[in-house]
């Protein structure tokens, strides 16, 4: 398996260190978000979909590295054998495809979610921008990252000098975008939750939950780019993989970043300042209800027209049973199309009904 140089010295603990802790953190805050999920019967919707495959491709990247790890990854260059260096250098060239696809649909799992809480039609604006560029950027940079170089296998495979892209210029540029739609994703929600009618705590309590953990991903996005240039220019390319570790921290962050809005009763639970004291003491709708203390500002079921349908963008209502996205103060029913569409002192969520109902000619005999 080793050439006749022979060396015992191995980074490969920084990538199973990494992988072993987020195989078991991450697959818990998913948990978390789904849990919350059913038991506040708000549905699964596109972002919870997107950050699965977005935490299948995480698990992909770190399964992958694992793997190239049993093959020499991590150790010299110099102790490979010809076919360990080019199966450890293939599937870090597969890792690499899954990384970009990993970052960039936690992106879009945030703005999904963004556009299931907000209705603000410059912010809702804002998002589907952003998901557009992301999205397009995800495409390029997969691509790129497919076809660096020429021949494909020259990625892995030096001993027909191939043509290639600059992968320092690649990387650095990769690197920038993520940082950059990171905060602009970070501060988007900023000020539509300052101009709500969310109680100050609730306020504080939300900023603080996005701005920790967006934070956390930026600054390791930040830490992760120092160590770019170094690694695309050393000669040891199976040896100096600190760039490889930060990417596996910084993508399983992103992943766990999108699932904390839902996750923050359980956190509420750790950080009570956080919050209101509503939060920690709403009961949870998996529960029955006591239907003699039920309030009067409630959605109950409708019967009536048949064959009528229609879309409105109604108005989360505060009752015993919290919303799973946001919580709000009391707003008045009296809220036409035009005065939803425009006014922005509360959050409220789209939602889509059918209406159905007898006449009393149809109801004769």
Same mark, same amino acid.
């Given at each position: 398996?080793?050439?006749?140089?022979?060396?015992?010295?191995?980074?490969?603990?920084?990538?199973?260190?990494?992988?072993?802790?987020?195989?078991?953190?991450?697959?818990?805050?998913?948990?978390?978000?789904?849990?919350?999920?059913?038991?506040?019967?708000?549905?699964?919707?596109?972002?919870?979909?997107?950050?699965?495959?977005?935490?299948?491709?995480?698990?992909?990247?770190?399964?992958?590295?694992?793997?190239?790890?049993?093959?020499?990854?991590?150790?010299?260059?110099?102790?490979?054998?010809?076919?360990?260096?080019?199966?450890?250098?293939?599937?870090?060239?597969?890792?690499?495809?899954?990384?970009?696809?990993?970052?960039?649909?936690?992106?879009?799992?945030?703005?999904?979610?963004?556009?299931?809480?907000?209705?603000?039609?410059?912010?809702?604006?804002?998002?589907?921008?952003?998901?557009?560029?992301?999205?397009?950027?995800?495409?390029?940079? *997969?691509?790129? #990252?497919? @076809?660096?170089?020429?021949?494909? /296998?020259?990625?892995? $495979?030096? &001993?027909?000098?191939? %043509?290639?892209?600059?992968?320092?210029?690649?990387?650095?540029?990769?690197?920038?975008?993520?940082?950059?739609?990171?905060?602009?994703?970070?501060?988007?929600?900023?000020?539509?939750?300052?101009?709500?009618?969310?109680?100050?705590?609730?306020?504080?309590?939300?900023?603080?939950?996005?701005?920790?953990?967006?934070?956390?991903?930026?600054?390791?996005?930040?830490?992760?780019?120092?160590?770019?240039?170094?690694?695309?220019?050393?000669?040891?390319?199976?040896?100096?993989?600190?760039?490889?570790?930060?990417?596996?921290?910084?993508?399983?962050?992103?992943?766990?970043?999108?699932?904390?809005?839902?996750?923050?009763?359980?956190?509420?639970?750790?950080?009570?300042?956080? *919050?209101?004291? #509503?939060? @920690?003491?709403?009961?949870?709708? /998996?529960?029955?209800? $006591?239907? &003699?203390?039920?309030? %009067?500002?409630?959605?109950?079921?409708?019967?009536?027209?048949?064959?009528?349908?229609?879309?409105?963008?109604?108005?989360?209502?505060?009752?015993?049973?919290?919303?799973?996205?946001?919580?709000?103060?009391?707003?008045?029913?009296?809220?036409?199309?035009?005065?939803?569409?425009?006014?922005?002192?509360?959050?409220?969520?789209?939602?889509?009904?059918?209406?159905?109902?007898?006449?009393?000619?149809?109801?004769?005999?």
């Amino acid at each position: 398996m080793a050439s006749e140089f022979t060396s015992t010295e191995s980074n490969a603990m920084q990538v199973y260190a990494p992988s072993i802790v987020f195989f078991l953190v991450t697959p818990l805050f998913i948990a978390f978000r789904f849990w919350s999920r059913i038991t506040r019967r708000t549905g699964l919707g596109w972002d919870d979909m997107t950050i699965i495959i977005s935490f299948s491709c995480a698990v992909a990247v770190q399964t992958i590295m694992m793997v190239a790890c049993n093959y020499g990854f991590g150790q010299h260059i110099k102790t490979l054998t010809p076919s360990d260096k080019i199966i450890s250098l293939k599937l870090y060239y597969i890792a690499q495809i899954f990384y970009k696809l990993t970052m960039n649909l936690a992106k879009i799992s945030m703005l999904l979610l963004y556009l299931r809480i907000f209705v603000h039609r410059w912010f809702r604006r804002c998002c589907f921008t952003l998901m557009g560029l992301v999205t397009c950027y995800m495409i390029a940079s *997969v691509t790129l #990252s497919i @076809l660096q170089c020429y021949p494909i /296998s020259g990625a892995w $495979d030096k &001993s027909m000098p191939p %043509t290639c892209i600059d992968l320092e210029k690649f990387w650095l540029a990769n690197a920038g975008f993520s940082i950059a739609t990171d905060s602009l994703i970070l501060m988007l929600p900023m000020h539509p939750i300052c101009t709500s009618k969310l109680s100050v705590t609730q306020k504080r309590g939300l900023i603080m939950l996005l701005a920790t953990g967006g934070g956390l991903v930026i600054t390791t996005s930040i830490v992760r780019t120092t160590t770019l240039s170094f690694t695309a220019k050393t000669p040891d390319t199976t040896f100096n993989i600190s760039s490889t570790m930060w990417s596996i921290i910084e993508q399983n962050l992103a992943i766990i970043c999108t699932c904390l809005p839902m996750c923050r009763l359980p956190i509420a639970t750790r950080f009570p300042l956080w *919050v209101s004291e #509503s939060e @920690l003491t709403a009961p949870d709708v /998996s529960e029955p209800a $006591d239907l &003699s203390k039920r309030q %009067t500002r409630r959605w109950s079921p409708y019967t009536g027209p048949r064959n009528v349908q229609g879309i409105t963008r109604s108005i989360v209502i505060t009752s015993d049973e919290m919303s799973d996205e946001l919580t709000l103060d009391p707003v008045e029913r009296t809220f036409t199309m035009s005065t939803l569409s425009s006014d922005v002192g509360a959050i409220r969520k789209i939602v889509e009904y059918e209406i159905t109902f007898e006449t009393a000619s149809e109801a004769e005999p």
